[in-house]
């Protein structure tokens, strides 16, 4: 009978043959890892995206604001209760001084008047009566006729026909400027803004009929604190900036209050703008800046490069090619050139971020890229900040 010969000799060799194979695969996995190297995790920005303080006067102003306004305007009203029967002009026409703007029923004026010339013309007959008596009574007291009392009576009666008539005239003067006035004209050039009433109303003694501005010459009219307004002076130069207009326009103080205003502690401030061509309208809303003063050249920054937390002001820089969060106190602004000043607390040799960023953490590594290299699709960019990616391993030839 022949014996089965035993399996576990084959199984061993199958078994060695596997572990060897193993092992081969992971020798040379460890190999790759080894030549690898380490990712960098440090963040790159362009040297756009970096920047140092700047040291350049900056301009101290005071500014105010207010509407602008018509230096020279007049509102037409009613000098007569009557009947408007007609309006000859609308809102936006342009008028003349003088020119006649609508018409009133002036029917009662007229009649006034004829009645004063009537009592004036009945006056001037009672003098000339007065006058010849008079006359008479002179010549007859020469010859004794009659009395010294008799003379100064009919001198009496003389004199109060002579003031009579003067009464009279008077009357008619008034009654004739009366209706004169109650003539609805322009007293002034410039453009209606406003009609006021309609034709047909019955417009009462002094009711407004229609607003005329003249738009040549237009105002400001701000309200400056009273521990600034000391540094101002009548015919110091003005910037205003007027919304709808981006130009900033020249103008001057014209005036400024004597004293503050009641229950503030504002003073009035008065701004004049010329305005020939009548592209600014009353009423659009406007802001004046005087620079008070010319100061000494102060280290700036980019007013972006600012971030506040808990009432604070600071700033990352990059220093010994790690981020840093530097405290700093700031001065005044300067919205034309996007700079702040800086009072303390940053060297003037720093550098610092000078764009936004998130994310950012204190401590990290930073580089900083020579001009005109880029950070690649993975590099951080303004409002976000990312590692960079990782080296690229050098291939030999």
């Known amino acids: 009978m022949k014996l089965r010969r035993p399996l576990f000799k084959p199984m061993v060799v199958v078994l060695a043959i596997a572990l060897s194979v193993g092992l081969a695969g992971c020798n040379k996995g460890g190999g790759d890892a080894a030549a690898t190297p380490k990712e960098d995790k440090a963040l790159r920005f362009t040297a756009q995206e970096v920047t140092q303080p700047k040291l350049m006067v900056l301009p101290e102003l005071v500014e105010f604001s207010g509407p602008l306004s018509a230096v020279h305007s007049a ?22 001084a003088g020119q006649q703007l609508g018409r009133l029923d002036l029917a009662d004026a007229l009649s006034r008047v004829d009645d004063r010339q009537a009592n004036l013309a ?16 002179e ?33 008619l003067t008034g009654s004739k400027v009366q209706l004169r006035d109650a003539a609805l004209t322009a007293p002034i050039d410039g453009i209606v803004s ?61 005036r ?29 809303f406007s802001v004046a800046s005087v620079n008070v003063a010319d100061t000494p050249p102060t280290m700036t920054i980019p007013t972006v490069a600012v971030f506040t937390l808990s009432g604070q002001d600071y700033v990352w820089t990059v220093e010994n090619s790690k981020l840093t969060r530097r405290i700093v106190t700031t001065g005044r602004k300067d919205a034309a050139s996007g700079r702040v000043e800086v009072l303390s607390g940053l060297p003037k040799e720093a550098t610092i971020l000078a764009q936004r960023f998130d994310g950012l953490k204190e401590g990290s590594e930073v ?20 590692p960079a990616p990782a080296a690229a391993t050098d291939k030999k030839s």
């Open 75 to 96: 509102t037409v009203r009613s000098k007569a209760a009557a009947a408007l029967v007609s309006l000859d002009v609308a809102e936006g026409q342009r008028v003349r």
């Open 122 to 137: 009945s006056a001037r007959a009672q003098l000339a009566n007065a006058e010849r008596t008079h006359a008479n009574n």
């Open 139 to 171: 010549r007859l007291a020469s010859q004794n006729f009659i009395s010294s009392t008799a003379l100064e009576a009919s001198k009496s009666s003389l004199e109060s026909a002579r003031a009579a008539v003067r009464s009279a005239e008077a009357l």
């Open 194 to 254: 406003k009609r006021h009433v309609v034709a047909g109303e019955k417009l009462a003694f002094d009711q407004p009929v229609v607003t005329i501005v003249d738009l040549r010459v237009l105002e400001i009219a701000g309200a400056v604190g009273t521990h600034e307004v000391s540094r101002l002076k009548v015919g110091m130069p003005v910037s205003v900036k007027v919304e709808g207009i981006d130009k900033p326009l020249d103008a001057k103080i014209s």
């Open 256 to 284: 400024i209050a004597p004293a503050a205003e009641s229950g503030t502690r504002s003073i009035g401030v008065f701004v004049r703008l010329e305005n020939p061509s009548e592209t600014l309208k009353a009423g659009q």
């Open 367 to 386: 580089a900083v890229l020579k001009p005109g290299a880029s950070v690649g699709d993975k590099a951080p960019v303004p409002a976000v900040a990312s």
